[in-house]
């Protein structure tokens, strides 16, 4: 889970939430950020290439709430998407309380 945080804290597309902020705070264990329900899904990648394990999963995508308590509670549900390599393909979040 934090390295799937890391890479979405470092993505450099666009969000409306600002979910970067969020993800790194709460990484670092600052008090007024937290992250609530991380969920991974996996997929499977075939190669092609004649090996004796065809099939390795990785993440597709990774669900999770972010909240900011910074005195206006503010949660949002974010999700992010990965390609083979686990680099972060995008990020959407919407407020979900606040």
């Known amino acids: 889970m934090r390295e799937k945080l890391m890479a979405v804290s470092q993505f450099r597309g666009a969000n409306d939430a600002n979910v970067q902020k969020i993800a790194r705070n709460a990484i670092a264990g600052m008090p007024n950020f937290s992250i609530g329900r991380f969920e991974l899904q996996y997929a499977h990648y075939k190669s092609g290439e004649p090996v004796l394990n065809q099939s390795v999963c ?22 992010a998407s990965f390609d083979v390599k686990g ?9 979900a309380a606040g």
């Not at 910074?70 to 974010?78: L, M, P, R, S």
């Not at 680099?87 to 407020?95: G, N």
Request: net charge neutral; charged share 20%.
């Open 58 to 79: 990785f993440v597709k995508t990774a669900t999770f709430e972010a909240t900011n308590n910074e005195g206006n509670d503010v949660t949002y549900k974010c999700k």
């Open 87 to 95: 680099q972060v393909l995008s990020v959407s979040c919407t407020v």
